[in-house]
């Protein structure tokens, strides 16, 4: 591959891995927020015993779960393109 070429392809990866980093970022904040909100729920659950706050609860789990699937994706996103920028780096380094 063209010298060029291959730097430039480095540098549309370094852009897009570091909107993914961002996003992961991002993702992490909001599935903390979940996750604490979820915890209350599921407190608050056990102390009222009362149908509704068991609805409640199984409502932000299922949004938590989802919530860390999305997270779980994005973070395996962020590490294939770590891989592809290494592969397009040590391809960099072989043409020397």
Not at 56 to 62: F, G, I, S, V
Not at 64 to 69: E, I, L, V, Y
Request: hydrophobic share 40%; proline share 1%.
């Amino acid at each position: 591959m063209q010298r060029f070429l291959l730097e430039r392809r480095i540098r549309d990866l370094h852009l897009r891995l570091v909107r993914a980093r961002q996003e992961l970022a991002v993702l992490e904040e909001q599935l903390a927020v979940v996750n604490e909100d979820c915890e209350e729920a599921r407190v608050r659950a056990l102390v009222s015993e009362t149908p509704l706050a068991g609805h409640e609860y199984a409502e932000t789990r299922r949004h938590a779960d989802a919530m860390k699937r999305a997270w779980e994706a994005q973070r395996s996103a962020v590490g294939e393109l770590e891989n592809r920028r290494d592969e397009l780096l040590s391809r960099v380094g072989s043409d020397r």
